[in-house]
């Protein structure tokens, strides 16, 4: 696991030595990706997540789904799970 403090802290002091910095650049790219896959994972999480909440909210009576406001409760995590996509391209 990357601490991502120290990798901030190396870049922002950067190097004076080519290779190191083009190691550093290098690692930094792969946190980067990993970081991307790392969001991508979570936004899917939370889509499904949502489709969880609507199908199993379904079960309660129309008082409990209109009382918890399930279809804005399903909202509110289905826009913030596409707000990330969004903000990607």
Not at 36 to 56: D, G, M, P, Q, T
Not at 63 to 76: I, P, S, T, W
Request: charged content about 25%.
């Amino acid at each position: 696991m990357t601490n991502y403090d120290d990798l901030q802290k190396r870049l922002q002091r950067g190097s004076s030595q080519i290779h190191e910095a083009n190691n550093l650049i290098a690692e930094a790219y792969g946190v980067i990706g990993a970081l991307v896959a790392e969001n991508e994972s979570l936004r899917k999480a939370l889509l499904e997540a949502s489709e969880e909440v609507a199908a199993w909210g379904a079960y309660a009576s129309e008082y409990f789904q209109k009382k918890h406001d399930l279809a804005g409760c399903v909202e509110r995590i289905h826009q913030a799970a596409m707000s990330k996509e969004a903000s990607h391209g």
